[in-house]
């Protein structure tokens, strides 16, 4: 059982940047793919960026590409979303989401994770 809490979203201003940390329970971090995904109001979940366990492997939505990085401490169980240059259209609740992982992949998919936080709000004002 991982239990995920994420933290730093926010009110900002078009252009500015906000970090979104997720931390993680248990003892087996390292054991865990991970990702973050959005959700805004009347649309589906999305992934924004996903990492694979070592934290070697990285992806991103094109929607994001460029602006969001992804990263991990292992050694602080946590989980890290840089975004920067932000647009009224990345306001949404992001979550961070885990996956049991025997190889170093990330994973696209919502139902390819096992773990889900809580959601952090990120509105982004024009």
């Known amino acids: 059982q991982v239990q995920l809490v994420e933290s730093g979203g926010g009110l900002v201003q078009a252009g500015g940047s906000l970090r979104l940390s997720c931390a993680a329970s248990?003892?087996?971090?390292?054991?865990?793919?991970m990702g973050w995904f959005r959700q805004a109001p009347g649309k589906e979940r999305e992934l924004s960026a996903a990492?694979?366990?070592?934290?070697?492997?990285?992806y991103y939505a094109d929607s994001v590409k460029g602006r969001f990085t992804i990263s991990r401490d292992n050694a602080k169980n946590t989980v890290y979303l840089q975004m920067n240059s932000l647009k009224s259209d990345d306001t949404a609740v992001y979550y961070c989401?885990?996956?049991?992982?025997?190889?170093?992949?990330?994973?696209?998919?919502?139902?390819?994770?096992?773990?889900w936080g809580q959601g952090t709000q990120v509105t982004v004002s024009s």
């Open positions: 248990g003892r087996t971090f390292s054991s865990y793919a």
């Open positions: 989401a885990a996956k049991a992982a025997s190889v170093q992949n990330y994973y696209y998919r919502t139902y390819e994770y096992d773990y």
């Open positions: 990492i694979s366990r070592s934290g070697l492997s990285t």
